[in-house]
Every structure is written in C-alpha cells, then in structure tokens.
C-alpha cells in the first residue's frame, strides 16, 4: 500500500462500510415481500468488492486470477437475487425457491467450470498483468463460458430493471419513492458494469467499475433506509391501507384545505377537478362545511346526495410534538345498512300488525264460541276489533225483517253510542256505504271519504278519513254489515281487507249462534214453565188424595200429623220447580233459641233434598202405576188378538176389562146405522 492507492482503497472501504448497514437493515427486515432476496444481493455485491479490492493489491499473475474467479461469484449471482427481490417488492407472488433453482442453472455451470478449470480457453484467453497507475491490471480476453456469463448478467440485470419500472404502475405515492430509491441506488452499478464492459471505460486502470460504484449505491440505499424508511412495511401498508379502504378518506390541513384524499375521496370529489388536493373543504361542501367548521372530532350521520347516508366520524390529527395540524373525515356510506333497517323495521310493523290480526280474529272466534246474548257478544266483537286493529270505529249493523234498514246494534266509539242512544238506522240501498253492502252483499271501501260520492257524513262521527264496509252473510242471505272507520286515509291496505272478511264470517256465524242460543233459551223456558205447571197439577192432584196431612218427629219416632197447625218457631219452604208443596218446621226445646246461618243453610238444604226426594218417590209412583197400567193394557190385547172368532173376542174383552175394574158393568154393544 502507498499513498497513491490509499484515496482510492478508503473509497471502496467507505463503500463497504455503507453495504454492511444496508446489509443489516436489510437484514432487519427481511420479513418484507422480497427484502430477503435483497439482503442476499447486497451480500454478494459485498463479496463482490472484497475479491476486486484484494485483486488490485495483489501482485502474481496467479493470486489475481484467483480472486477474480471469486468476484464472478457475485457478478453472475447478485443480479438473479435482485430480480427476486424486485418481483417481491411490487406485489408479484413468486416461488422464490423455483425462481433462484431455474436462474442460477447457467451461472453455476459457468463457476463450476471457473474455480475447476477444467477447459481454460472457454474461461480466458491472453491472461497477463500489465503494470499500471496505482493498479497493476489483469487484463484477458473472455472465453465463450464467460461471455456467455457477462450477456447473461446483462440480461437479467436489465430484466431486473424492466420489473421495478413495471412498478410504478402502483399509485402509492410512498412505494413510488421508495421504488426511485431501489432503482437508482441499485442500477448505479450495473450502468458501471455495462461501461466497463461494453464501452472500455476504465477507474484506476481497472476495466471493472461496478465496486467503485458500489459507493454511489449504498449512499442512495441508506439515504432511502434514513430519510424514507426503505423497506419498513409500515409506510406501505398504511399507504396501501389509505388508498383501498372505501370509506372516503380526506386530510384537512389547518386552514381546512385538503391535503390528501384517498381513490373514494377523489372519485366523490370528482366534480372540483382530478386533483382536489389544495382545494378548501368549505368550497367543495359549504353547508357542511357550515356546520363543522369549528368541530375538531365528532360522530354523526349526515345525508347526502340521491338518499345516501353516511357516518360521518371528524378525527384531529398531531404531529410528535403533540402539536394539532389539521383533520382526518372519514366518511362511510350507510345507505345500504340504513335501507335495510328500514326494511327490517317495516317487515316488523307489518309482522306486528299481522300479530294483531290473528289475535283479534282469535278473540272473536273465542267470543262466538261463547254462548251469551246478542247486544254482549256484538259488544265485546267490536271492542276487540277496535283495540286490536287499532281503528277509532267499529259498528255492526243487522237487516231488520222488512229488509228496508240497516240497523245498528253495536258500536265502540262515543260517536257510535250516541248513535245507538239515538236508535241509528240506514236505508237499505239508498244511504250511505253500509246502506250499498247491505242491499249489494259486496264489500266497500272508501280510502279517502272526501271524494267517495256514496260516503254518508256522519256527523257523530266527524273524524272518520277511510271507511270499509264488508256484509254480513248466512248462505245468500244478508243479514247485516260490519262497519269499520279510521281516521287516516288509505288506512286499509289487501290484508286489512282480508282479515276483516274473516272476521265478518265469524260475526255472521256469531248472529247466527246468538240467534240459535236465544231461541234454545225461548224454548227452554217455555217448556220449563209448561213442566212446572204440570208439575204443580199433579201435586194437586196427589195431595187431594194423600190422606196424611204431614209428619211430626218427637226427637223419638216420626208420627203422623193430626192437626192442621203446629206450633213451630222456624218455617222453610219445600219447593219443586218453583211450586211450594209443604214446609219444614222446627220448633226449638228453648224458647229464647236463636238460630244461625250454618244451622239455617243446612236446614234449608234439607228442605231442597226433602223437595227433590218427594218430587222423585212420585215420579217413581207415576212411573209404576204407568207400567202397570201398560201390562194391563198389554196382558188384555194380548188375550184379544188370541181369539178369531167375533163371539168369543168380545167375550174375552168384557171378562177381562170386569177383572180389571172390579164393581162394574161392562157392556159391549153394536151400533146399527141405516143403510142410506
């Protein structure tokens, strides 16, 4: 070493020195898409350097050979690890192991036969050194393997480049910085490398300048490492993040101008230009801008053009020094999520509203299963109706006999009442919707009863805007009309309708029971007044011939009743089916006795089993002497029919019936009539 080699052999040290941190980094971080690849390429290009500076300051033909050898190592490696580190970097995903394999067949044929020299002529030919300024140089010219090796490194070097210009097709302002770095910083050394070899241009009496170089693009790569985070994932990903996410992103300095916008923003924000960067938020949205002008984070939801909705969530933005420097808007489109809560919300309503349906049409089934009078059961029918449905006015109405009016017999609202007070009536016919359903049997509406011609204005109903009227029917009869009002128009929809014919069937088929219970309980009372009546006839007729008056019990035995009073001091009734036969009397032992209501209910429940006890012993009595009188009857008719002669049959008929009444005399004479 002399002062003349020392400038240069500290610029190639400088330049290792540089290598080795972007190695490290590199190395760092060489969990990124391709940045392992490039820790290998800058390793090689370090070995590279190491065998050229050993080259230089040796002197004998043989050490120099050798070392050249060694820098071919990675001279042919170096720019296949680049290519994989670049497909890496822009976003290809490659099979690194597959791509070295395919790409390092050729250069490790040509090493092999370098380091074995096995055929010289195909490494060099008119290898010597030729004594030079401040570098002895090895010159030679290249065997076929060799040059083979230099269009190959070419190839794959420009195949590199090719790849990282094929990168900036990506719009990420941070990756396109990063990608000048990395193509400035590592072609540096192969433009040398195509002087040197191509077009003869020497450095220090070397034709190789690539190590030199290395200077130039190590600084460009550490300058990118410190200045822009070369190959930290970070500003990538979080510039990628920015540009695909699709809410509207927007950076508002502190005077409100935009400073950044992500592609939702800019293409929202397509009507100020391609480029609203620069532009003022208040310009671009001056109602908004208006409103939040002086709010630094808040969360709402704001409506924006053809019925969009979106979230709207204003974030301040600090710099390290925790000094403020502007806003993050981000706003996300809701309009789908907001339409469907509408959906779900109306799905709601009407499953709701279908709920109240089948409750009121189940409340009224109930209501006509159960056998109660008519004005009860139209009562309760249009309370539910009302309630469940939720219409201010229900009515029912039935066809009187004459088939001339509609009469209304039931109604919920105060206005109906008063109606009902008033003795309501329509003509069949001629007035009013329920006066048409009931002469036509066909239900109508009157959605807006402003503009219906045959809507009849009530006035004890003042409020009513819609009106359905729907016929109560028994086969093809019409007996009456079920009325139902509202006081919003349009307020019957198909399955309003629906439901309320169903509802009108079941108040038809609630006429029809109502009619069919009163009549049963018309007949049954007239039938228990008739049975009472015989009943009463035939005690009559049983006390008139019972001889015994009553019975006295003595505490000892019961005796007949001799006398028609007796002294008593408590008297119950003995009735049966509402017609008093006797009396249970008691006479207490004490004088001052007073009788209480336990003693009193069990006195009369003794009289009412004494009433039913007598009340069944003469049924019985009845009932045998029928059957007697029915064998009689029979043993008679029987002996009759067993004569065939005229004689004998009348005689039998005599003799029995004499039997049979005894202290009588029976005759049996035939009546002549005249011939004419």
Excluded: C
Aim: proline letters at 3%; zero cysteines; aromatic letters at 10%.
């Amino acid at each position: 070493m002399n002062l003349q080699t020392l400038p240069y052999l500290l610029v190639y040290l400088a330049a290792f020195t540089v290598g080795v941190v972007v190695f490290y980094y590199a190395w760092k971080n060489r969990t990124g898409p391709g940045i392992y690849a490039f820790a290998i390429s800058v390793a090689l290009e370090m070995s590279w350097l190491v065998g050229y500076v050993i080259e230089v300051n040796v002197d004998s033909l043989r050490a120099k050979v050798f070392w050249d050898n060694f820098q071919f190592i990675g001279a042919f490696y170096a720019p296949i690890a680049l290519l994989v580190f670049a497909l890496g970097f822009i976003g290809r995903k490659i099979n690194i192991r597959r791509w070295v394999m395919i790409l390092g067949i050729l250069p490790t044929i040509i090493v092999f036969f370098i380091f074995t020299n096995l055929q010289p002529d195909l490494i060099r030919l008119n290898t010597q050194v030729i004594p030079g300024t401040p570098f002895a140089e090895l010159t030679y010219d290249y065997g076929t393997l060799v040059a083979i090796g230099n269009y190959y490194l070419e190839l794959t070097a420009l195949a590199y480049i090719g790849v990282l210009i094929a990168g900036f097709r990506r719009k990420e302002r941070n990756f396109r910085t990063q990608l000048w770095l990395v193509l400035i910083g590592t072609g540096i050394p192969i433009i040398g490398l195509i002087l040197g070899l191509f077009l003869g241009f020497r450095f220090a009496n070397q034709r190789d300048t690539s190590p030199l170089l290395f200077v130039v693009s190590n600084a460009v790569i550490a300058f990118g490492v410190f200045r822009f985070r070369l190959f930290n994932i970070l500003p990538i990903a979080r510039e990628a993040l920015f540009e695909t996410i699709e809410d509207i992103l927007i950076i508002l300095d502190t005077e409100d101008n935009i400073v950044d916008a992500n592609s939702p923003a800019r293409e929202f924000l397509s009507a100020v230009g391609p480029n609203p960067v620069g532009t003022s938020i208040g310009v671009v949205f001056p109602d908004l801008y208006a409103q939040f002008k002086d709010v630094t984070e808040i969360r709402t939801e704001i409506e924006g053009g053809n019925n969009t909705v979106f979230d709207l969530k204003i974030t301040p933005l600090y710099d390290r020094a925790n000094q403020y420097i502007g806003r993050l808007i981000n706003a996300h489109d809701i309009t789908q999520q907001k339409n469907a809560e509408k959906e779900i919300l109306t799905i709601s309503e009407q499953n709701q509203r279908r709920a109240q349906q089948f409750q009121a049409i189940a409340n009224v089934a109930s209501t006509t299963t159960t056998l109660q009078g008519q004005e009860q059961t139209f009562a309760q029918v249009v309370q539910t109706i009302s309630q469940q449905l939720g219409h201010y006015h229900v009515g029912i109405f039935l066809v009187d006999a004459t088939k001339k009016y509609a009469i209304l017999k039931a109604a919920n609202s105060e206005g109906g009442k008063r109606m009902l007070q008033n003795g309501h009536r329509l003509e069949v016919g001629a007035v009013g919707i329920v006066g048409i359903v009931a002469a036509r049997g066909k239900p109508r509406i009157a959605l807006d009863t402003g503009v219906d011609a045959v809507y009849f204005d009530n006035p004890d109903l003042p409020n009513t805007k819609s009106e359905v009227a729907l016929p109560l029917m028994q086969g093809n009869e019409i007996v009456g009309v079920l009325d139902v009002q509202s006081t919003t128009q349009n307020a019957f929809t198909q399955d309003d309708i629906d439901t309320l014919t169903i509802l009108a069937n079941q108040v038809s088929v609630t006429i029809q029971n109502t009619r069919l219970y009163e009549e049963n309980i018309t007949a049954l009372e007239t039938a228990e007044k008739a049975y009472r009546q015989l009943s009463g006839e035939n005690w009559r007729v049983a006390l008139k011939a019972q001889d015994i008056r009553g019975y006295v019990y003595d505490g000892i035995t019961s005796q007949p009743l001799t006398q028609d009073t007796f002294g008593h001091s408590i008297s119950i009734p003995v009735n049966v089916r509402g017609q008093n036969i006797g009396a249970l009397k008691l006479e207490a032992l004490q004088s001052d006795r007073e009788w209480t209501e336990d003693e009193l209910a069990m006195i009369t429940a003794a009289a009412e089993r004494a009433a039913l006890a007598l009340e069944n012993a003469r049924l019985l009595a009845e009932s045998q002497k029928r059957a007697a009188k029915e064998r009689i009857i029979g043993e008679i008719s029987a002996k009759i029919s067993a004569q065939s002669e005229v004689d004998e049959l009348l005689k039998t008929a005599a003799r029995e019936l004499t039997r049979t009444l005894p202290g009588t005399e029976i005759a049996i004479q035939f009546r002549k009539g005249d011939a004419e």
